[in-house]
């Protein structure tokens, strides 16, 4: 959910989230109440950036986590302008994000899985085949 920067600290003071993280301008956060969906076996896809992946295996004994990754840096600006939400300036400073979150993750392996997304099909199949196989090993 979306919620204005004000509410969104407000909940942040409040405990609400497990996490939170200010990336590219903007404050991101996964709820607590993932614990107890998690604990009555519910499962979820949440999209993370490095240091959110890092704080939740805090909280998770063993998740599943998957990077994924544009093909090359241009097909990921152009996926940015082609969207139309950013500024060119916005755009940059993600790029830029994203260069370091990928040297980050290339030098750290915090991650288990690594998906080059070429198409849309092919990466989720890819994550479908790999949760069957972290329900079902």
């Not at 407000?10 to 609400?16: E, M, P």
């Not at 998770?60 to 996926?79: Q, S, Y």
């Not at 392996?109 to 849309?120: K, M, S």
Request: glycine residues 4%; contains cysteine.
């Amino acid at each position: 959910h979306f919620v204005t920067p004000a509410d969104f600290q407000a909940k942040k003071r409040a405990g609400f989230f497990l996490e939170t993280n200010h990336y590219a301008d903007a404050w991101y956060g996964s709820p607590k109440s993932l614990l107890v969906d998690l604990a009555a076996g519910m499962s979820f896809v949440i999209v993370l950036d490095w240091n959110g992946a890092q704080a939740l295996t805090k909280f998770l004994p063993d998740p599943l986590l998957v990077w994924l990754m544009p093909p090359t840096v241009e097909t990921l600006r152009k996926h940015l302008m082609i969207r139309g939400t950013e500024t060119p300036e916005e755009i940059e400073r993600r790029l830029e994000i994203a260069q370091q979150e990928m040297a980050r993750e290339q030098r750290e392996q915090l991650f288990t899985h690594h998906i080059v997304n070429e198409t849309i099909e092919n990466t989720t199949k890819t994550i479908c085949k790999l949760i069957k196989q972290q329900r079902n090993p």
